[in-house]
């Protein structure tokens, strides 16, 4: 018997027929002897739907009735599920954040977890029932709903198998497991049987939607097993570990087709995949005093006002070495009130203008074996430029390089690296199963 953890994403439970098939699933791993656990998300377009409908009452909605707005979605979820599932003749119950024990910080609308108590949910899988939880979703120590930020299901889950000391995480989406590409971009994408953490993070951190990045992390902390697979059909998906899986899970995965050995072995190829990200916005600051403490003048700025820095990137016109032009990257909510900040401080800082450009899009190359490989970089450029994409910013890691180009060119861009570097998988293609790919 295994303590198993599973999440749903919006796909997998968008209707009642969707919901049927979760809880078909659900019931078939508590029946084979396993203790589960079950995390959901809110069905379909929910969120979006209560956006929407708050974005008809007011221009600027309180954070905290938000949060309490937009966490009815998960629990809708959770009620049907488990009604669903005691359908079966398996006894479920449904818990939100807040019952289910998770604590976090008062910052509505992107609280970070500060502590799990998951007491209800512990003695519920202890007298044999099936926990259904509230993604997305916890309680402040102000007694206030607080919502974790898109993609905060995944957390959610993950934070609980880290709590109870899971067997494993089973991520349920609308696709196979995690892919070379995105396969709504590149249908010849080929689903990555094992990865690292390490990699799924640079993954994660870099545009790929199927994670959301702080799951990730505390899997990595915890050491939780996270296998990311589709709630569509039986197939195996991607196993996500820092050490080589487990052939003892094999018996964790509640369908007639086990792990295949060969998924039981950590590859290291060169490239793993790529990840693409079209929410960035581009700021420079032009003729800046290239003088010791004005860079970190404008990055306390950014910082005071909140923005999430990704690339940067310095340089000194030949024609003036005491000046310097700073570019760096940013979430496009993010950038109207670095420009409003920064505007306010040119006086101080002592620049001329700030260039503001939406349109870009970042391509991140990833693979463990870049460490060890020389000429990824010229391979990427090479590929790119073949395809006529020029290429405005670059950053790197060990095992990462990321690139800026127009906004226009991204998708052609990701096609012709996936190609250059070999990823097209050669017999059938990949299947976005829920439209959503989460």
């Given amino acids: 018997m ?5 999440k749903y994403g ?3 439970v968008a209707d009642v027929e969707a919901m049927k098939r979760v809880a078909r699933r659900v019931a078939d791993t508590h029946d084979a002897g396993h203790q589960v656990v079950v995390v ?3 069905m379909g377009d929910t969120t979006d739907d209560l956006l929407d409908t708050a974005a008809q009452l007011t221009a600027k909605a309180p954070e905290r009735e938000m949060d309490i707005l937009l966490s009815a979605g998960e629990r809708i979820s959770m009620a049907l599920l488990a009604m669903a599932v005691n359908e079966l003749g398996v006894q479920a119950q449904a818990y939100t954040g807040a019952q289910a024990g998770i604590r976090t910080d008062s910052h509505h609308g992107r609280a970070q977890i500060v502590g799990m108590v998951p007491e209800r949910v512990a003695r519920a899988v202890k007298e044999g029932q099936v926990a259904i939880v509230a993604g997305f979703q916890g309680v402040s120590e102000d007694d206030d709903v607080t919502t974790l930020g898109r993609g905060g299901s995944d957390t959610t889950a993950v934070a609980l198998a880290a709590a109870l000391g899971a067997d494993v995480c089973e991520i349920y989406t609308d696709v196979d497991g995690l892919f070379s590409a995105d396969p709504r971009i590149v249908p010849k994408a080929h689903r990555l049987r094992t990865l690292t953490q390490e990699e799924t993070l640079e993954l994660a951190a870099h545009g790929a939607k199927i994670l959301h990045l702080r799951a990730v992390e505390f899997a990595r902390r915890y050491g939780v097993p996270l296998h990311v697979r589709s709630s569509f059909s ?7 570990s820092d050490s080589p899986a487990n052939p003892e899970l094999e018996g964790l995965v509640p369908s007639a087709a086990l792990v295949d050995p060969k998924d039981l072995t950590m590859e290291k190829p060169l490239i793993s995949g790529i990840a693409h990200d079209r929410s960035q916005d581009k700021i420079t600051v032009t003729n800046l005093p290239n003088n010791p403490g004005v860079a970190a003048r404008v990055f306390s700025i950014c910082a005071q006002v909140g923005a999430n820095i990704d690339m940067i990137v310095q340089n000194v016109p030949v024609s003036d070495p005491t000046l310097a032009n700073i570019s760096f990257t940013l979430p496009e909510g993010d950038a109207q009130r670095t420009l409003e900040a920064l505007e306010a401080a040119r006086d101080e800082i002592g620049f001329d203008e700030l260039r503001y450009n939406p349109n870009i899009g970042k391509l991140s190359l990833v693979g463990a074996g870049m460490r060890t490989n020389p000429g990824v970089s010229a ?6 430029s073949e395809a006529g994409i020029n290429i405005d910013l670059i950053s790197t ?7 800026v180009t127009r906004l226009d060119d991204l998708d052609r861009a990701v096609k012709a690296v996936h190609s250059a570097f070999g990823l097209d998988a050669t017999e059938t293609e990949a299947v976005v199963y829920g439209g959503t790919g989460r």
């Fill in 2 to 6: 295994a303590l198993i953890v599973q």
């Fill in 10 to 12: 919006g796909s997998s």
């Fill in 40 to 42: 959901v998300s809110a």
């Fill in 234 to 240: 039986e197939k195996n998906g991607t196993w996500i």
């Fill in 379 to 384: 391979k990427l450029f090479a590929a790119l």
């Fill in 397 to 403: 890691s060990e095992i990462r390089i990321s690139v």
